[in-house]
């Protein structure tokens, strides 16, 4: 049974940081590209970062290029999700998923796990 389990959420400051980690069970490291998206209230769930599968490839929304940072370490099988100078429209639930496609993408349809969410809260 595959699990994505996040953790790391939690209430932050304007210009602050936190790290968001996703720990995969069930599913082997280095075969399914990561990506983290993220829902704020009354808003559809948007993509924020993708990492390929080997790690040398990642992917960034425009909204949090330069500020946050994805990572992996696949053998932990573990994604991470460093965000620094965080905003209050940083503000959201912060998924993890995996997705067994070869190439990047940010359509949320096309990642096959999920896990349940980490909520982030910055505070102005």
């Known amino acids: 049974q595959v699990q994505l389990a996040e953790s790391g959420g939690g209430l932050v400051q304007a210009g602050g940081s936190l790290r968001l980690s996703c720990a995969a069970s069930?599913?082997?490291?280095?075969?399914?590209?990561m990506g983290w998206f993220r829902q704020a209230p009354g808003k559809e769930r948007e993509f924020v970062a993708a990492?390929?599968?080997?790690?040398?490839?990642?992917y960034y929304a425009d909204s949090v290029k330069g500020r946050f940072t994805i990572s992996r370490d696949n053998t932990k099988n573990t994604g991470y999700l460093q965000m620094s100078s965080l905003k209050p429209e940083d503000t959201a639930v912060y998924y993890c998923?995996?997705?067994?496609?070869?190439?990047?993408?940010?359509?949320?349809?096309?990642?096959?796990?999920w896990g349940m969410g980490t909520q982030v809260t910055v505070s102005a």
């Open positions: 998923a995996a997705s067994y496609r070869y190439s990047y993408t940010k359509i949320s349809s096309e990642y096959n796990h």
């Open positions: 069930g599913l082997t490291s280095s075969t399914y590209f």
């Open positions: 990492i390929s599968r080997g790690g040398g490839n990642t």
